[in-house]
Nanobody, 117 residues
């Protein structure tokens, strides 16, 4: 089992920054992919940023150059640094783990990010 807890969301003005954290516990070492998704009511969950076990990263087109994903294996934590935030970034942000051993997906409970104009 993998348990994920997000934190760091909140209210920020456009142009500001936030840093989200996703603290993992349990068999976190099995997560060969960890990523952040976001969702607004009425829309599909959108992939924001991903980091693989080899350290390589991918970003959604809408956040490239503004968001940075990183991973601290010693702390079992994944971060999402969000800069130059826009009102369109307003969403609930979810942390996700892809268990490469048992091919299961784990999700955190989400953290709300609201960007005011």
């Amino acid at each position: 089992q993998v348990h994920l807890v997000e934190s760091g969301g909140g209210l920020v003005q456009a142009g500001g920054s936030l840093k989200l954290s996703c603290a993992g516990s349990g068999s976190i070492f099995r997560c060969n992919l960890m990523d952040w998704y976001r969702q607004v009511p009425g829309k599909q969950r959108e992939s924001v940023a991903a980091i693989f076990s080899d350290g390589s990263t991918n970003y959604g087109d809408s956040v490239k150059g503004r968001f940075t994903i990183s991973r601290d294996n010693a702390k079992n934590t994944v971060y999402l640094q969000m800069n130059s935030l826009k009102p369109d970034d307003t969403a609930v942000y979810y942390c996700h783990c892809r268990d490469g051993v048992y091919r299961r997906d784990y999700w955190g409970q989400g953290t709300q990010v609201t960007v005011s104009s």
